[in-house]
């Protein structure tokens, strides 16, 4: 069952800019704090980015820091990722995830994410 959509994703080289965007897929549910994990083949799905309800807590990977800024727009629904000077190294299948409670923090366990995105393939070549 897809949850949430992500959009946004596809090629790009060494140093190029994509941005991600997510939100609910079909009928439309409230989503409190969001999250962006990404997978590599062979290798453990990781937290990229987290945002709070409000959006004024986030949370990124020591890999993205600086490169990546993960926001939000409670109006539209929809969370974004905008990934700058991208890497080979960022090359992965990214999801989208949202928690159903009303926490006030980030979100930073898988265990506390309650909805998903079927992912969207990044590749960056060199």
């Known amino acids: 069952q897809v949850q949430l959509v992500e959009s946004g994703g596809g090629l790009a080289q060494a140093g190029d800019s994509l941005r991600l965007s997510c939100e609910p897929s079909g009928r439309t549910f409230r989503t409190y704090a969001m999250g962006w994990f990404r997978q590599a083949p062979g290798k453990e799905r990781e937290l990229v980015a987290a945002i709070s309800w409000s959006g004024g807590s986030t949370y990124y990977a020591d890999s993205v820091k600086g490169r990546f800024t993960v926001s939000r727009d409670n109006a539209k629904n929809t969370a974004y990722l905008q990934m700058n000077t991208l890497q080979p190294e960022d090359t992965a299948v990214y999801y989208c995830?949202?928690?159903?409670?009303?926490?006030?923090?980030?979100?930073?366990?898988?265990?506390?994410?309650?909805?998903w995105g079927q992912g969207t393939q990044v590749t960056v070549s060199s």
């Open positions: 995830a949202a928690g159903a409670r009303p926490l006030a923090t980030v979100l930073t366990r898988l265990a506390d994410y309650n909805y």
